[in-house]
């Protein structure tokens, strides 16, 4: 995987935990850490959707098993 799929899928992973966190507890992590509606939290929400859009590649990735 090179290394932007890499960067992607862990800022993708950030996200969905973000969510997660949103959906069952109601409490927005970066929000609480960088402040809501901030310059900050704005880049970092457009980077994990950035993220997204790049990690859709993974879907027409073949895997080979035992790598």
Known sequence: ???LQKVALVLTI????NWGLIGIFDFNLVDSIFGTASIIS???????????LINIGLLFTEFKEGK
Not at 14 to 17: K, Q
Not at 42 to 51: C, E, N, P
Request: charged letters at 5%.
């Open 14 to 17: 950030i996200g969905a935990i």
């Open 1 to 3: 995987m090179q290394i």
């Open 42 to 52: 704005r880049i970092i929400y457009s980077l994990v959707g950035i993220a997204g």
